[in-house]
């Protein structure tokens, strides 16, 4: 929830959300924010590997890139392609 208000009050050029948050899941955030802003491009990080479902279910919620957060570099690559308005989902 504080995801959802964070982004009305300080409308950022790039979101990038966990997977696994309290009270509701990055995808679930993710949503709520496409509903206001659906130019702000979002990027997905999760612990776990970004299987193909994973890559489908973010992007259904509007996410532009979904990254494994221990590939580090992957996370610099997606940012870099989001605010270049280009997709980035890591492998």
Do not use: W, Y
Not at 30 to 43: D, G, H, K, V
Not at 56 to 71: E, H, I, L, P, Y
Request: hydrophobic fraction near 50%; proline fraction near 4%.
């Amino acid at each position: 929830m504080e995801a959802v208000e964070k982004v009305e009050v300080f409308t950022p050029d790039l979101a990038i959300l966990d997977l696994g948050m309290p009270i509701m899941n990055g995808v679930q955030a993710a949503r709520e924010i496409a509903r206001a802003n659906p130019r702000l491009p979002m990027l997905l990080i999760s612990i776990q590997e970004v299987s193909e479902q994973l890559a489908d279910a973010a992007r259904d919620a509007g996410f532009m890139g979904a990254v494994t957060k221990s590939r580090g570099h992957e996370i610099v690559e997606a940012v870099e392609a989001l605010v270049g308005n280009q997709l980035f989902f890591g492998s």
